[in-house]
């Protein structure tokens, strides 16, 4: 499975962005989803996930109310709607998945991974 990401780039705080995720192979309606993000000089971080059927999303604290997670098994693509961006939100986004249907948050849960796209919110 092979996933690439699309839709980064620099914002304005208070901004909108939508992020793309194109995956590979025929497994996608039935893999959970995720966005992680990694801010500059620290960690790898849970944004939001999504189970295969779509009805089941989750949210990190952070962006709860801001950002929204989609996805259409017919184009084997994962969105990321962001909206009211912060600078704190700037990052680089990874779109990730695993086989099964709960929606960890945990990073190492998931086995396939994007190469991540630069999402920069300036002040």
């Known amino acids: 499975v092979q996933l690439v990401e699309s839709g980064g780039g620099l914002v304005e705080a208070g901004g909108s962005l939508r992020l793309s995720c194109v995956a590979s192979?025929?497994?996608?309606?039935?893999?959970?989803m995720a966005w992680f993000r990694r801010p500059p000089g620290k960690e790898v971080e849970w944004v939001s996930g999504?189970?295969?059927?779509?009805?089941?999303?989750s949210y990190a604290d952070s962006v709860k109310g801001r950002f929204t997670i989609s996805r259409d098994n017919t184009k084997n693509t994962m969105y990321l709607e962001m909206n009211n961006l912060k600078p704190e939100d700037t990052a680089a986004y990874f779109c990730c998945g695993r086989y099964g249907d709960y929606v960890y948050t945990d990073a190492s849960r998931y086995k396939f991974w994007g190469q991540g796209t630069q999402v920069t919110v300036s002040s």
């Open positions: 999504i189970n295969g059927g779509a009805d089941i999303t």
């Open positions: 192979g025929r497994t996608f309606s039935s893999s959970v």
